[in-house]
């Protein structure tokens, strides 16, 4: 998987949850029909991601670092 270009759907999903720990085909295809995903190509009927991709969006849904559970109250990022 790690030598390939480009990832299927399912392929991506693992790679997510294997390097982020979050993730799922079905939650990608979501995301591809109503945005907020990472960004993706297709080919034909077949949605591709590329890693670079995959890890754009992923960091971009980590919050800041927290001490608390208590600090996140109230805060909207």
């Known amino acids: 998987m790690h030598d390939q270009k ?3 759907r399912k392929d991506a999903a693992e790679y997510l949850k294997a390097v982020w ?3 799922s085909a079905q ?40 001490k608390s559970t208590s600090e996140a109250v109230g805060e909207t990022a």
Do not use: M, N, Q
Request: net charge positive; hydrophobic share 40%.
């Open 27 to 66: 939650t990608l295809a979501k995301l591809a029909c109503h945005g907020g995903g990472p960004a993706f190509h297709r080919a034909g009927s077949v949605v591709l991601y590329t890693r670079d991709a995959l890890d754009k969006w992923a960091e971009s849904r980590i919050g800041p670092e927290l």
């Open 21 to 23: 720990g979050f993730g």
């Open 6 to 8: 480009y990832l299927r």
